[in-house]
Nanobody
């Protein structure tokens, strides 16, 4: 499975941004699709995940109520809608695919990773 993340940029605090993750390869629809982020000097941090059947989501406490993961099966694309952004949301955002386990909240739970996309939230 190949993953391509996009949609990052610079936004003011309180604003919104939507990231996309285009999946290709063998049966990308059968993977739990997650998002992580990494700020400079910090470890990669779990953001949220959508179950492969679209029936469940799980989020980190830091983003619960502000971020939402969704997908468009026809486009093989997963989205991360980010609202009410804060400066502490700044970082490189990565999408990833996990074959098993629920909810997969650790980087080692994931089998495939996309390249990151930079999100910068100004005060």
């Amino acid at each position: 499975v190949q993953l391509q993340a996009s949609g990052g940029g610079l936004v003011q605090a309180g604003g919104s941004l939507r990231l996309s993750c285009a999946a290709s390869g063998r049966n990308p629809g059968f993977y739990n699709m997650g998002w992580f982020r990494q700020a400079p000097g910090k470890e990669r941090e779990y953001v949220g995940v959508l179950r492969w059947n679209g029936g469940n989501t799980d989020y980190a406490d830091a983003v619960k109520g502000r971020f939402a993961v969704s997908r468009d099966l026809a486009k093989n694309t997963v989205y991360l809608q980010m609202n009410s952004l804060k400066p502490e949301d700044t970082g490189v955002y990565y999408c990833a695919a996990a074959r098993t386990g629920w909810p997969p909240r650790k980087p080692y739970d994931y089998d495939y990773w996309g390249q990151g996309t930079q999100v910068t939230v100004s005060p």
